[in-house]
Protein backbone atom coordinates (compact mmCIF):
# COMPACT_ATOMS: atom_id res chain seq x y z
CA UNK A 1 0.00 0.00 0.00
CA UNK A 2 2.87 2.16 -1.06
CA UNK A 3 2.10 6.20 -0.38
CA UNK A 4 3.55 7.30 -3.79
CA UNK A 5 3.65 11.50 -2.82
CA UNK A 6 5.47 10.50 0.23
CA UNK A 7 8.51 8.25 -0.74
CA UNK A 8 12.11 9.69 -0.63
CA UNK A 9 13.25 11.78 1.49
CA UNK A 10 11.14 14.04 4.15
CA UNK A 11 12.22 16.74 6.80
CA UNK A 12 11.04 16.90 10.49
CA UNK A 13 10.91 20.92 9.62
CA UNK A 14 12.73 22.96 12.05
CA UNK A 15 9.50 25.21 13.82
CA UNK A 16 9.86 29.08 13.67
CA UNK A 17 9.35 31.02 16.83
CA UNK A 18 8.66 34.50 17.33
CA UNK A 19 10.32 36.51 20.03
CA UNK A 20 7.60 35.82 22.61
CA UNK A 21 7.78 32.03 22.21
CA UNK A 22 4.68 31.74 19.66
CA UNK A 23 5.24 29.54 16.75
CA UNK A 24 5.65 31.65 13.68
CA UNK A 25 3.20 30.48 10.64
CA UNK A 26 4.37 32.27 8.12
CA UNK A 27 8.12 31.64 8.45
CA UNK A 28 7.24 28.00 8.36
CA UNK A 29 5.47 28.38 5.36
CA UNK A 30 8.54 29.93 3.58
CA UNK A 31 10.46 26.95 4.97
CA UNK A 32 8.51 24.65 3.49
CA UNK A 33 7.84 26.38 0.59
CA UNK A 34 11.82 25.63 0.21
CA UNK A 35 11.95 22.43 1.44
CA UNK A 36 9.23 21.57 -1.07
CA UNK A 37 11.52 23.07 -4.05
CA UNK A 38 14.60 20.70 -3.23
CA UNK A 39 12.26 17.99 -3.96
CA UNK A 40 11.63 16.99 -0.13
CA UNK A 41 8.87 16.48 1.80
CA UNK A 42 7.50 17.57 4.98
CA UNK A 43 7.55 15.63 8.28
CA UNK A 44 6.17 18.94 10.38
CA UNK A 45 5.80 18.47 14.18
CA UNK A 46 8.43 15.76 14.85
CA UNK A 47 11.10 15.43 17.10
CA UNK A 48 13.68 18.09 15.36
CA UNK A 49 10.19 19.99 15.10
CA UNK A 50 10.39 20.19 18.74
CA UNK A 51 6.59 18.59 18.20
CA UNK A 52 5.96 17.89 21.38
CA UNK A 53 6.83 21.38 22.77
CA UNK A 54 3.83 22.57 20.96
CA UNK A 55 0.32 22.41 22.38
CA UNK A 56 -2.72 20.56 20.41
CA UNK A 57 -3.88 24.10 19.33
CA UNK A 58 -0.80 25.42 17.74
CA UNK A 59 -0.32 22.01 15.96
CA UNK A 60 -3.48 22.34 14.17
CA UNK A 61 -3.21 26.00 13.40
CA UNK A 62 0.70 25.69 12.11
CA UNK A 63 -1.08 22.36 9.80
CA UNK A 64 -3.70 24.44 8.70
CA UNK A 65 -1.55 27.56 7.68
CA UNK A 66 0.64 25.05 5.69
CA UNK A 67 -2.32 23.75 3.65
CA UNK A 68 -4.17 27.04 3.31
CA UNK A 69 -1.10 28.26 1.80
CA UNK A 70 -1.51 25.74 -0.85
CA UNK A 71 1.73 23.50 -0.05
CA UNK A 72 0.90 20.20 -0.88
CA UNK A 73 -0.48 17.80 1.74
CA UNK A 74 0.17 15.12 -0.61
CA UNK A 75 3.94 15.33 0.59
CA UNK A 76 3.11 15.82 4.25
CA UNK A 77 3.49 13.37 6.71
CA UNK A 78 2.57 15.33 10.44
CA UNK A 79 3.74 13.85 13.82
CA UNK A 80 0.32 13.58 15.19
CA UNK A 81 1.25 10.92 18.48
CA UNK A 82 0.81 12.58 21.56
CA UNK A 83 1.10 10.80 25.34
CA UNK A 84 -3.18 11.30 25.54
CA UNK A 85 -5.24 9.68 24.10
CA UNK A 86 -7.81 12.18 22.96
CA UNK A 87 -4.97 14.97 21.39
CA UNK A 88 -3.63 11.78 19.12
CA UNK A 89 -7.05 10.94 18.04
CA UNK A 90 -8.10 15.09 17.49
CA UNK A 91 -4.73 15.77 15.60
CA UNK A 92 -4.62 12.48 13.35
CA UNK A 93 -8.53 13.51 12.09
CA UNK A 94 -7.34 16.74 11.54
CA UNK A 95 -4.50 16.16 9.45
CA UNK A 96 -6.53 13.46 7.25
CA UNK A 97 -9.56 15.61 7.21
CA UNK A 98 -6.81 18.30 5.62
CA UNK A 99 -5.66 15.89 3.16
CA UNK A 100 -1.91 14.94 4.33
CA UNK A 101 -1.13 11.54 2.74
CA UNK A 102 0.11 10.09 6.06
CA UNK A 103 0.87 10.47 9.56
CA UNK A 104 4.00 9.82 11.71
CA UNK A 105 2.87 8.30 15.05
CA UNK A 106 4.96 8.22 18.07
CA UNK A 107 3.37 5.57 20.39
CA UNK A 108 2.13 7.54 24.08
CA UNK A 109 5.55 8.04 25.78
CA UNK A 110 5.34 9.20 29.52
CA UNK A 111 5.20 5.70 30.82
CA UNK A 112 8.12 3.19 29.37
CA UNK A 113 7.06 0.25 30.84
CA UNK A 114 4.29 -0.58 28.69
CA UNK A 115 3.53 -3.96 26.93
CA UNK A 116 3.28 -4.51 23.36
CA UNK A 117 -0.40 -5.62 24.18
CA UNK A 118 -0.78 -1.93 25.55
CA UNK A 119 0.51 -0.34 22.42
CA UNK A 120 -1.41 -2.35 20.17
CA UNK A 121 -4.28 -1.06 22.27
CA UNK A 122 -3.35 2.35 21.95
CA UNK A 123 -2.79 2.65 18.21
CA UNK A 124 -6.25 0.68 17.67
CA UNK A 125 -8.10 2.97 19.47
CA UNK A 126 -6.94 6.04 17.28
CA UNK A 127 -7.26 3.79 13.93
CA UNK A 128 -10.57 3.37 15.38
CA UNK A 129 -11.45 6.36 16.41
CA UNK A 130 -10.50 8.22 13.59
CA UNK A 131 -11.84 5.75 11.21
CA UNK A 132 -10.90 7.01 8.01
CA UNK A 133 -9.80 4.35 4.83
CA UNK A 134 -8.02 7.60 3.85
CA UNK A 135 -5.86 7.36 6.89
CA UNK A 136 -1.81 6.40 6.64
CA UNK A 137 0.00 5.63 9.89
CA UNK A 138 3.47 5.60 10.05
CA UNK A 139 5.01 4.59 13.08
CA UNK A 140 7.45 6.55 14.68
CA UNK A 141 10.66 4.01 16.46
CA UNK A 142 12.95 6.18 18.12
CA UNK A 143 13.48 4.46 21.48
CA UNK A 144 16.48 6.74 22.31
CA UNK A 145 14.34 9.81 22.95
CA UNK A 146 10.49 8.31 23.49
CA UNK A 147 11.57 4.96 25.51
CA UNK A 148 9.21 3.16 23.63
CA UNK A 149 10.10 0.78 21.33
CA UNK A 150 7.94 -0.12 18.12
CA UNK A 151 9.35 -3.92 17.99
CA UNK A 152 8.52 -6.38 14.92
CA UNK A 153 6.09 -8.46 16.79
CA UNK A 154 3.85 -5.63 17.53
CA UNK A 155 4.19 -4.33 13.72
CA UNK A 156 3.04 -7.81 13.07
CA UNK A 157 -0.27 -7.48 14.61
CA UNK A 158 -0.77 -4.05 13.75
CA UNK A 159 -0.51 -5.08 10.20
CA UNK A 160 -2.45 -8.20 10.45
CA UNK A 161 -5.35 -5.58 12.01
CA UNK A 162 -4.99 -3.01 9.90
CA UNK A 163 -3.36 -3.43 6.68
CA UNK A 164 -3.16 -0.30 4.91
CA UNK A 165 -3.83 1.61 7.77
CA UNK A 166 -0.44 1.00 8.95
CA UNK A 167 1.44 2.20 5.75
CA UNK A 168 5.17 2.39 7.74
CA UNK A 169 7.64 3.06 10.22
CA UNK A 170 10.27 6.04 10.75
CA UNK A 171 13.30 3.56 12.60
CA UNK A 172 15.42 6.43 14.21
CA UNK A 173 17.43 3.79 16.48
CA UNK A 174 20.29 3.87 14.28
CA UNK A 175 20.42 0.11 14.09
CA UNK A 176 20.31 -0.82 10.43
CA UNK A 177 20.19 -4.47 11.21
CA UNK A 178 16.52 -3.46 12.92
CA UNK A 179 15.29 -1.82 9.69
CA UNK A 180 17.10 -4.45 7.59
CA UNK A 181 14.65 -6.90 9.51
CA UNK A 182 11.55 -4.48 9.23
CA UNK A 183 12.48 -4.46 5.60
CA UNK A 184 12.64 -7.93 5.25
CA UNK A 185 10.05 -8.75 7.40
CA UNK A 186 7.43 -6.44 6.51
CA UNK A 187 8.13 -4.62 3.27
CA UNK A 188 6.46 -7.44 0.91
CA UNK A 189 3.79 -6.53 2.40
CA UNK A 190 3.88 -3.23 0.89
CA UNK A 191 5.14 -1.33 4.56
CA UNK A 192 7.36 1.42 3.73
CA UNK A 193 10.53 1.73 5.73
CA UNK A 194 11.70 4.99 6.30
CA UNK A 195 15.55 5.06 7.64
CA UNK A 196 15.67 8.40 10.75
CA UNK A 197 18.87 9.23 8.99
CA UNK A 198 20.66 10.09 5.54
CA UNK A 199 23.69 8.33 6.42
CA UNK A 200 21.83 5.01 6.07
CA UNK A 201 19.86 5.91 3.02
CA UNK A 202 21.66 4.05 0.78
CA UNK A 203 21.44 1.07 2.21
CA UNK A 204 18.02 1.21 3.23
CA UNK A 205 17.18 2.03 -0.41
CA UNK A 206 19.11 -0.63 -2.27
CA UNK A 207 17.24 -2.95 0.78
CA UNK A 208 13.99 -1.48 -0.91
CA UNK A 209 13.19 0.88 1.58
CA UNK A 210 11.01 3.98 0.84
CA UNK A 211 13.51 7.28 1.88
CA UNK A 212 14.38 8.39 4.70
CA UNK A 213 13.19 11.13 7.12
CA UNK A 214 15.92 12.88 8.42
CA UNK A 215 16.98 15.98 10.71
CA UNK A 216 19.71 16.93 8.39
CA UNK A 217 17.43 17.39 5.65
CA UNK A 218 16.00 20.74 6.65
CA UNK A 219 20.17 21.97 6.17
CA UNK A 220 20.99 19.72 2.92
CA UNK A 221 17.74 18.43 1.12
CA UNK A 222 18.78 18.75 -2.33
CA UNK A 223 21.60 16.54 -2.14
CA UNK A 224 19.97 13.97 0.28
CA UNK A 225 16.45 14.50 -2.24
CA UNK A 226 19.49 13.80 -5.30
CA UNK A 227 20.30 10.33 -3.69
CA UNK A 228 17.14 9.25 -3.21
CA UNK A 229 16.93 9.61 -7.22
CA UNK A 230 19.78 8.73 -8.27
CA UNK A 231 20.74 5.57 -5.97
CA UNK A 232 20.93 2.98 -8.92
CA UNK A 233 23.93 5.33 -10.39
CA UNK A 234 27.18 4.67 -10.38
CA UNK A 235 27.65 8.09 -8.62
CA UNK A 236 25.83 6.92 -5.40
CA UNK A 237 28.37 5.64 -2.96
CA UNK A 238 30.29 9.13 -3.30
CA UNK A 239 27.42 10.86 -3.12
CA UNK A 240 26.29 8.95 0.06
CA UNK A 241 29.58 9.45 1.33
CA UNK A 242 29.39 13.64 0.87
CA UNK A 243 26.22 13.36 2.45
CA UNK A 244 28.17 11.65 5.67
CA UNK A 245 30.42 14.39 6.08
CA UNK A 246 27.70 17.05 6.71
CA UNK A 247 25.76 15.35 8.84
CA UNK A 248 28.86 14.69 10.92
CA UNK A 249 29.44 18.33 11.35
CA UNK A 250 25.66 18.72 12.58
CA UNK A 251 25.83 16.16 14.78
CA UNK A 252 28.75 17.77 17.16
CA UNK A 253 26.27 19.84 18.63
CA UNK A 254 22.54 20.12 20.04
CA UNK A 255 20.85 18.95 16.71
CA UNK A 256 17.82 21.46 17.17
CA UNK A 257 19.69 24.46 17.80
CA UNK A 258 22.41 23.51 14.85
CA UNK A 259 19.78 23.38 12.36
CA UNK A 260 18.20 26.50 13.50
CA UNK A 261 21.22 28.37 13.42
CA UNK A 262 22.24 27.09 9.88
CA UNK A 263 19.05 28.26 9.12
CA UNK A 264 18.91 31.22 10.60
CA UNK A 265 22.57 32.29 8.77
CA UNK A 266 21.79 31.14 5.21
CA UNK A 267 18.53 32.39 5.49
CA UNK A 268 19.86 35.77 6.96
CA UNK A 269 17.09 35.79 9.42
CA UNK A 270 18.51 36.02 13.40
CA UNK A 271 14.54 35.06 14.23
CA UNK A 272 15.35 31.14 13.74
CA UNK A 273 17.82 31.17 16.32
CA UNK A 274 14.68 31.02 19.03
CA UNK A 275 13.75 27.53 20.85
CA UNK A 276 11.45 27.05 22.82
CA UNK A 277 12.69 25.55 26.43
CA UNK A 278 13.81 22.99 27.37
CA UNK A 279 15.73 23.22 24.40
CA UNK A 280 18.08 26.45 23.59
CA UNK A 281 20.13 27.75 20.97
CA UNK A 282 24.01 27.01 20.36
CA UNK A 283 25.73 28.88 22.82
CA UNK A 284 28.37 31.71 20.64
CA UNK A 285 31.41 29.75 20.84
CA UNK A 286 29.64 26.48 19.49
CA UNK A 287 27.38 28.95 16.68
CA UNK A 288 31.65 30.10 15.64
CA UNK A 289 32.76 26.44 15.61
CA UNK A 290 29.47 25.69 13.59
CA UNK A 291 30.22 28.50 11.22
CA UNK A 292 33.97 27.90 10.83
CA UNK A 293 33.15 23.72 10.13
CA UNK A 294 30.65 24.93 7.72
CA UNK A 295 33.01 27.43 5.92
CA UNK A 296 35.69 24.92 5.50
CA UNK A 297 33.21 22.60 3.22
CA UNK A 298 31.74 25.77 1.73
CA UNK A 299 28.42 25.29 2.74
CA UNK A 300 25.34 27.01 1.65
CA UNK A 301 21.74 26.65 1.47
CA UNK A 302 21.05 27.65 -2.04
CA UNK A 303 17.53 29.96 -2.07
CA UNK A 304 17.34 29.84 1.00
CA UNK A 305 17.06 33.82 1.54
CA UNK A 306 14.80 35.67 -0.21
CA UNK B 1 6.95 29.45 52.74
CA UNK B 2 5.37 26.48 54.06
CA UNK B 3 1.74 25.43 52.42
CA UNK B 4 0.10 24.48 56.14
CA UNK B 5 -2.73 22.63 54.12
CA UNK B 6 -0.16 19.84 51.85
CA UNK B 7 1.95 18.70 55.09
CA UNK B 8 1.59 15.12 55.16
CA UNK B 9 -0.15 12.78 52.87
CA UNK B 10 -0.84 13.33 49.37
CA UNK B 11 -1.97 10.72 46.76
CA UNK B 12 -2.04 10.45 42.82
CA UNK B 13 -5.48 9.98 43.02
CA UNK B 14 -6.08 7.25 40.33
CA UNK B 15 -8.04 8.62 37.21
CA UNK B 16 -11.87 6.20 36.46
CA UNK B 17 -12.44 6.22 33.10
CA UNK B 18 -15.88 5.03 31.42
CA UNK B 19 -16.44 2.01 29.48
CA UNK B 20 -15.86 4.30 26.12
CA UNK B 21 -12.33 5.51 27.82
CA UNK B 22 -13.73 8.99 28.66
CA UNK B 23 -12.39 10.56 32.48
CA UNK B 24 -15.36 10.11 34.51
CA UNK B 25 -16.11 13.16 37.18
CA UNK B 26 -18.53 11.44 39.19
CA UNK B 27 -16.62 8.91 40.45
CA UNK B 28 -13.78 10.57 40.92
CA UNK B 29 -15.11 13.36 43.22
CA UNK B 30 -16.48 10.51 45.17
CA UNK B 31 -13.28 8.71 45.44
CA UNK B 32 -11.57 12.20 46.34
CA UNK B 33 -13.93 12.46 49.23
CA UNK B 34 -13.07 9.34 50.76
CA UNK B 35 -9.69 9.78 50.36
CA UNK B 36 -9.77 13.63 52.05
CA UNK B 37 -12.24 11.46 55.41
CA UNK B 38 -9.00 9.70 55.53
CA UNK B 39 -6.42 12.89 55.79
CA UNK B 40 -5.22 12.09 52.66
CA UNK B 41 -4.73 15.70 50.14
CA UNK B 42 -5.34 15.77 46.70
CA UNK B 43 -2.58 15.50 44.11
CA UNK B 44 -4.34 14.52 41.04
CA UNK B 45 -3.05 14.10 37.43
CA UNK B 46 -0.10 12.85 38.93
CA UNK B 47 1.86 9.66 37.19
CA UNK B 48 -0.17 7.31 39.11
CA UNK B 49 -3.55 9.10 37.97
CA UNK B 50 -2.44 8.42 34.31
CA UNK B 51 -2.44 12.40 33.84
CA UNK B 52 -0.32 12.49 30.81
CA UNK B 53 -2.68 10.32 29.43
CA UNK B 54 -5.39 12.95 29.70
CA UNK B 55 -5.94 16.31 27.41
CA UNK B 56 -5.39 19.68 28.61
CA UNK B 57 -9.21 20.14 28.36
CA UNK B 58 -9.98 16.78 30.58
CA UNK B 59 -7.83 18.22 33.09
CA UNK B 60 -9.08 21.45 33.00
CA UNK B 61 -12.91 19.68 33.47
CA UNK B 62 -11.45 17.32 35.96
CA UNK B 63 -10.31 20.09 38.20
CA UNK B 64 -13.54 22.25 37.79
CA UNK B 65 -15.76 19.07 38.95
CA UNK B 66 -13.79 18.46 42.07
CA UNK B 67 -13.89 21.88 43.08
CA UNK B 68 -17.50 22.63 42.24
CA UNK B 69 -17.93 19.65 44.34
CA UNK B 70 -16.76 21.45 47.13
CA UNK B 71 -13.61 19.09 47.89
CA UNK B 72 -10.76 21.27 49.39
CA UNK B 73 -8.96 23.23 47.16
CA UNK B 74 -6.60 23.96 49.79
CA UNK B 75 -5.72 20.42 49.91
CA UNK B 76 -5.07 19.76 45.84
CA UNK B 77 -1.79 19.77 44.04
CA UNK B 78 -2.81 18.50 40.64
CA UNK B 79 -0.15 17.74 38.13
CA UNK B 80 0.28 20.48 35.91
CA UNK B 81 3.44 19.34 34.24
CA UNK B 82 3.38 18.83 30.35
CA UNK B 83 5.70 18.64 27.33
CA UNK B 84 4.40 21.88 25.81
CA UNK B 85 5.00 25.57 27.40
CA UNK B 86 1.08 26.49 26.67
CA UNK B 87 -0.17 24.06 28.24
CA UNK B 88 1.83 24.24 31.28
CA UNK B 89 0.95 27.51 31.39
CA UNK B 90 -2.57 27.39 31.06
CA UNK B 91 -3.17 24.02 32.99
CA UNK B 92 -1.72 25.59 36.01
CA UNK B 93 -3.04 29.48 35.56
CA UNK B 94 -6.47 27.45 35.89
CA UNK B 95 -5.15 25.33 39.06
CA UNK B 96 -4.19 28.97 40.82
CA UNK B 97 -7.72 30.57 39.83
CA UNK B 98 -9.60 27.62 41.08
CA UNK B 99 -7.26 28.39 44.49
CA UNK B 100 -5.52 25.02 44.25
CA UNK B 101 -2.49 24.97 46.84
CA UNK B 102 -0.15 23.91 44.88
CA UNK B 103 0.80 22.67 41.59
CA UNK B 104 3.07 19.51 40.98
CA UNK B 105 5.47 20.49 38.03
CA UNK B 106 6.79 17.56 36.09
CA UNK B 107 9.37 19.32 33.55
CA UNK B 108 9.12 19.11 29.69
CA UNK B 109 9.56 15.30 29.49
CA UNK B 110 10.11 14.59 25.54
CA UNK B 111 13.68 15.22 25.25
CA UNK B 112 15.96 13.81 27.71
CA UNK B 113 19.24 15.21 26.62
CA UNK B 114 18.29 18.87 28.61
CA UNK B 115 20.69 21.24 29.99
CA UNK B 116 20.03 22.73 33.40
CA UNK B 117 20.22 25.94 31.68
CA UNK B 118 17.26 24.41 29.27
CA UNK B 119 15.10 23.80 32.21
CA UNK B 120 15.54 26.90 34.62
CA UNK B 121 14.62 28.62 31.04
CA UNK B 122 11.18 26.27 31.21
CA UNK B 123 9.98 26.91 34.84
CA UNK B 124 11.07 30.60 34.47
CA UNK B 125 8.85 30.70 31.82
CA UNK B 126 5.63 29.37 33.29
CA UNK B 127 6.42 31.27 36.69
CA UNK B 128 6.39 34.87 34.82
CA UNK B 129 3.62 33.89 32.05
CA UNK B 130 1.25 32.81 34.97
CA UNK B 131 2.26 35.72 36.88
CA UNK B 132 0.32 35.64 39.98
CA UNK B 133 1.76 35.38 44.01
CA UNK B 134 -0.38 32.90 44.78
CA UNK B 135 1.55 30.12 42.42
CA UNK B 136 2.98 27.36 44.58
CA UNK B 137 5.33 25.06 42.26
CA UNK B 138 6.49 21.81 43.56
CA UNK B 139 9.21 20.29 41.73
CA UNK B 140 8.53 16.51 40.45
CA UNK B 141 11.65 14.81 40.65
CA UNK B 142 11.17 11.26 38.79
CA UNK B 143 13.70 10.38 36.50
CA UNK B 144 13.31 6.81 35.81
CA UNK B 145 10.09 7.64 34.22
CA UNK B 146 10.30 11.31 33.13
CA UNK B 147 13.97 11.07 31.83
CA UNK B 148 14.54 14.39 32.83
CA UNK B 149 15.95 14.73 36.79
CA UNK B 150 15.68 18.00 38.81
CA UNK B 151 19.17 18.17 40.18
CA UNK B 152 20.28 20.34 43.13
CA UNK B 153 21.91 23.10 41.40
CA UNK B 154 18.69 22.97 39.33
CA UNK B 155 17.10 23.67 42.79
CA UNK B 156 19.26 25.86 44.00
CA UNK B 157 18.87 28.20 41.20
CA UNK B 158 15.19 28.26 41.20
CA UNK B 159 14.83 29.05 44.78
CA UNK B 160 17.25 31.65 44.78
CA UNK B 161 15.15 33.76 41.80
CA UNK B 162 11.68 32.40 42.93
CA UNK B 163 11.68 31.59 46.88
CA UNK B 164 8.05 31.20 47.60
CA UNK B 165 7.14 30.64 44.76
CA UNK B 166 9.06 27.44 44.19
CA UNK B 167 7.72 25.87 46.96
CA UNK B 168 8.77 22.44 47.35
CA UNK B 169 9.82 19.06 45.41
CA UNK B 170 8.57 15.42 45.26
CA UNK B 171 11.30 13.46 45.30
CA UNK B 172 10.34 10.16 43.72
CA UNK B 173 13.59 8.92 42.97
CA UNK B 174 13.04 6.18 45.55
CA UNK B 175 17.08 7.13 46.60
CA UNK B 176 17.17 8.18 50.44
CA UNK B 177 20.80 9.88 50.22
CA UNK B 178 19.15 12.27 47.24
CA UNK B 179 16.11 13.14 49.34
CA UNK B 180 18.26 13.65 52.47
CA UNK B 181 20.31 16.23 50.51
CA UNK B 182 17.22 18.30 49.29
CA UNK B 183 16.21 18.09 52.76
CA UNK B 184 19.66 19.64 54.25
CA UNK B 185 20.42 21.83 51.45
CA UNK B 186 16.80 23.59 51.10
CA UNK B 187 14.58 22.69 53.71
CA UNK B 188 15.87 25.36 56.20
CA UNK B 189 14.69 28.03 53.63
CA UNK B 190 11.32 26.25 53.71
CA UNK B 191 11.45 24.19 51.10
CA UNK B 192 9.02 21.04 51.42
CA UNK B 193 10.52 17.77 50.46
CA UNK B 194 7.85 14.69 49.81
CA UNK B 195 9.27 11.33 49.58
CA UNK B 196 7.72 9.48 46.39
CA UNK B 197 6.62 6.32 48.80
CA UNK B 198 5.55 5.71 52.28
CA UNK B 199 8.41 3.26 52.71
CA UNK B 200 10.31 6.25 53.38
CA UNK B 201 7.68 8.72 54.85
CA UNK B 202 9.18 8.02 58.56
CA UNK B 203 12.81 9.02 57.62
CA UNK B 204 11.68 11.74 55.59
CA UNK B 205 9.38 13.30 58.35
CA UNK B 206 12.35 12.38 60.98
CA UNK B 207 14.84 14.79 58.65
CA UNK B 208 12.33 17.58 58.73
CA UNK B 209 10.37 16.43 55.39
CA UNK B 210 6.68 17.55 54.63
CA UNK B 211 5.58 14.21 53.74
CA UNK B 212 5.01 11.48 50.68
CA UNK B 213 2.64 11.61 47.89
CA UNK B 214 2.24 7.89 47.25
CA UNK B 215 0.50 5.94 45.30
CA UNK B 216 -0.27 3.26 47.26
CA UNK B 217 -1.74 6.28 49.45
CA UNK B 218 -4.68 5.90 46.76
CA UNK B 219 -5.46 2.37 48.73
CA UNK B 220 -4.17 2.47 52.76
CA UNK B 221 -4.99 6.22 52.98
CA UNK B 222 -5.57 5.70 57.49
CA UNK B 223 -2.79 4.18 57.96
CA UNK B 224 -0.17 6.24 56.11
CA UNK B 225 -2.09 9.57 56.84
CA UNK B 226 -1.77 8.17 60.39
CA UNK B 227 2.06 8.08 60.40
CA UNK B 228 2.46 11.26 59.09
CA UNK B 229 0.52 12.41 62.21
CA UNK B 230 2.15 10.59 64.73
CA UNK B 231 5.39 10.17 63.39
CA UNK B 232 7.11 11.56 66.65
CA UNK B 233 5.24 8.81 69.36
CA UNK B 234 6.71 4.91 70.33
CA UNK B 235 4.63 3.17 67.95
CA UNK B 236 6.35 4.84 64.78
CA UNK B 237 8.58 2.59 63.60
CA UNK B 238 5.76 -0.65 63.89
CA UNK B 239 3.35 1.85 62.23
CA UNK B 240 6.24 2.23 59.60
CA UNK B 241 6.90 -1.59 58.89
CA UNK B 242 3.54 -2.10 58.63
CA UNK B 243 3.02 0.25 55.78
CA UNK B 244 5.95 -1.68 54.24
CA UNK B 245 3.69 -5.04 54.33
CA UNK B 246 1.42 -3.45 52.01
CA UNK B 247 2.77 -1.30 49.78
CA UNK B 248 5.19 -4.89 48.82
CA UNK B 249 2.41 -6.70 47.68
CA UNK B 250 1.29 -3.74 45.14
CA UNK B 251 4.56 -3.39 44.62
CA UNK B 252 4.77 -6.78 42.73
CA UNK B 253 2.17 -5.84 39.92
CA UNK B 254 1.84 -2.54 37.28
CA UNK B 255 0.96 -0.23 40.18
CA UNK B 256 -1.58 1.80 38.67
CA UNK B 257 -3.27 -0.87 37.61
CA UNK B 258 -2.92 -2.92 40.90
CA UNK B 259 -4.47 0.14 42.79
CA UNK B 260 -7.78 0.11 40.59
CA UNK B 261 -8.18 -3.32 40.91
CA UNK B 262 -8.25 -2.49 44.97
CA UNK B 263 -10.61 0.34 44.31
CA UNK B 264 -13.03 -1.81 42.06
CA UNK B 265 -13.10 -4.77 44.34
CA UNK B 266 -13.38 -2.64 47.77
CA UNK B 267 -16.24 -0.20 46.08
CA UNK B 268 -17.84 -3.32 44.46
CA UNK B 269 -17.62 -1.09 41.03
CA UNK B 270 -15.96 -2.91 37.82
CA UNK B 271 -15.32 0.56 36.25
CA UNK B 272 -12.84 1.10 38.68
CA UNK B 273 -10.62 -1.78 36.39
CA UNK B 274 -10.56 0.09 33.67
CA UNK B 275 -7.44 2.18 32.40
CA UNK B 276 -6.80 3.93 29.35
CA UNK B 277 -4.24 2.71 26.96
CA UNK B 278 -0.92 2.07 26.70
CA UNK B 279 -1.48 0.90 30.21
CA UNK B 280 -4.06 -2.03 30.53
CA UNK B 281 -6.30 -3.80 34.17
CA UNK B 282 -4.34 -6.59 35.31
CA UNK B 283 -4.44 -10.14 33.23
CA UNK B 284 -7.02 -12.29 35.51
CA UNK B 285 -4.03 -14.49 37.20
CA UNK B 286 -2.81 -11.14 38.42
CA UNK B 287 -6.40 -10.13 39.93
CA UNK B 288 -7.04 -13.67 41.52
CA UNK B 289 -2.79 -13.42 42.78
CA UNK B 290 -3.11 -9.64 44.47
CA UNK B 291 -7.01 -10.44 45.87
CA UNK B 292 -5.22 -13.71 47.16
CA UNK B 293 -2.33 -11.71 48.89
CA UNK B 294 -4.53 -9.11 50.71
CA UNK B 295 -6.98 -11.51 51.84
CA UNK B 296 -3.82 -13.20 53.44
CA UNK B 297 -3.51 -9.73 55.58
CA UNK B 298 -7.05 -9.54 55.84
CA UNK B 299 -6.30 -6.07 53.88
CA UNK B 300 -9.57 -3.78 53.59
CA UNK B 301 -10.28 -0.12 52.13
CA UNK B 302 -13.36 1.00 55.13
CA UNK B 303 -15.65 3.15 53.93
CA UNK B 304 -15.13 3.12 50.32
CA UNK B 305 -18.39 1.12 49.31
CA UNK B 306 -21.17 3.64 49.21
Redesign the interface.
Known amino acids: MKTASLQGVLAPVVTPFTAD?RPDSARLVRQCRWLVDQDVGLAVFG?NSEG???????KRDLLDALVDADLPAARMMPGTGT?????TVELTRHAVARGCAGVLML?????????D???F??Y??VIERVGDRALRIYLYHIPQ????PIRLALIERLLARYPGTVAGIKDSSGDFANTKAMLERFQPQGFDVYCGSESLLLATLRDGGAGCISATANVNPRAIARLAREWRSAEADAQQAALGVVRQVFAQY?MIAALKEAVARFAHDDAWRTL?????PLAPEQRASLRASLDALAFDMTGLAE
Open positions: LTNSLSLRECALPDPPFYYSDVTDGLASAEVSGVPRPPLL
